[in-house]
């Protein structure tokens, strides 16, 4: 079956260590999309792709990195940089967002001790 | 910019009551519009969407939404609501042309707790 899959679904980091989340697609999906969950806070956007080896900064791209080498993956990097990297994240992909929306993966939790 | 406004963070109802979760946008041009569930620890999934067309549009599992464009609102309601409707539900839209590519704007949802 296509879908999304994020992994690890828990990750426990020391402060001042980067951490990279994976976010894989079998869906064929051009774009690509990172967003960090807070209680409370909805959903805010980290970095998005529309194509490979190319991608844009969200609303708090700030303290994080990613890359585009593949149309599959999109992987994120929470650098020493974040200051507050405990929370809950999401990939999500799209053919259209117009017309199809977002398919999400099941989200990573980060905490950060 | 688009803007999206879930106008209640919490809804709590008892099981079986009808309920209404409010989301009004800004757009002034035409829109998409979405609604998404979150189960705790979960990714978000696609509940019902508007594109075009009839102004109502339902879910396999009793949900309706009602785009009114003069109030710039797609309210989400269900009749009868089950202990397994607990969740968090997301409004979301779609810009429609310039450069935002289509890309979605989240409400900060609302959380919807069934009690029995």
């Known amino acids: 079956d296509g879908g999304i899959t994020q992994s690890p679904k828990y990750l426990f980091r020391k402060e001042g260590q980067n951490v990279t989340l994976s976010c894989e697609q079998n869906?064929?999906?051009?774009?690509m999309y990172w967003y960090r969950q807070d209680p409370g806070q909805g959903l805010r956007l980290i970095y998005y792709s529309q194509i490979v080896n190319d991608f844009q900064k969200g609303d708090i791209a700030e303290g994080y990195s990613v890359s585009r080498e593949k149309k599959e993956s999109f992987p994120l990097t929470v650098t020493s940089a974040q200051k507050n990297p405990t929370a809950f994240y999401l990939c999500?992909?799209?053919?259209?967002?117009?017309?199809?929306?977002?398919?999400f993966g099941s989200g990573t939790r980060l905490t950060v001790v | 910019a688009q803007s999206v406004t879930q106008l209640d963070s919490q809804v709590p109802v008892f099981e079986e009551a009808p309920v209404e979760l409010r989301c009004n946008y800004s757009s002034s041009v035409s829109v998409y519009l979405f609604w998404y569930v979150q189960y705790p620890n979960q990714g978000l999934q696609l509940l019902l969407k508007y594109l075009s067309g009839s102004t109502l549009v339902e879910s396999i599992n009793g949900f309706e939404a009602e785009f009114n464009k003069s109030q710039t609102s797609f309210h989400l309601r269900k009749p009868s609501v089950h202990i397994s409707d607990t969740a968090e539900y997301f409004c979301?839209?779609?810009?429609w042309g310039g450069g935002s590519q289509g890309n979605l704007i989240f409400g900060k949802g609302t959380k919807l707790s069934v009690k029995p």
């Open positions: 999500a992909s799209s053919i259209s967002p117009r017309l199809y929306g977002y398919t």
């Open positions: 869906l064929n999906h051009d774009a």
């Open positions: 979301a839209v779609s810009d």
